[in-house]
Nanobody
Framework: VQLQASGGGSVHTGGSLNLACAAS????????IAWIRQAPGTEREVISC????????YNAESVKGRFTISRDNVKRTLYLQMDSLKPEDTAVYYC??????WGPGTQVTVSS
């Protein structure tokens, strides 16, 4: 299984980024996939998760109303649209298929 996240970058407060995670080596629509982030010196935080069918979604309180998770099962790709970014969103963002599959992460930096 391979998960490759992309789309990170540096933006100012209030900016937007759209992360993508391309998956291979699995029957993509059979699995829930999550976005997880980790800032320096902090624990990993599950910020969004989506079921294989997209019918069930979870968003952490810290990102509700600002981030939108989605997936395209034909393209085998997971997305995270991030709007109204804040400096506290600065972290490395990972896509994760529980329990053991992780992508290498993409850096998001938000400056004030």
């Amino acid at each position: 299984v391979q998960l490759q996240a992309s789309g990170g970058g540096s933006v100012h407060t209030g900016g937007s980024l759209n992360l993508a995670c391309a998956a291979s080596g699995l029957t993509f629509d059979d699995y829930a996939i999550a976005w997880i982030r980790q800032a320096p010196g902090t624990e990993r935080e599950v910020i969004s998760c989506i079921s294989g069918s997209s019918r069930t979604q979870y968003n952490a309180e810290s990102v509700k109303g600002r981030f939108t998770i989605s997936r395209d099962n034909v393209k085998r790709t997971l997305y995270l649209q991030m709007d109204s970014l804040k400096p506290e969103d600065t972290a490395v963002y990972y896509c994760h298929r529980p329990p053991n599959n992780w992508g290498p992460g993409t850096q998001v930096t938000v400056s004030s």
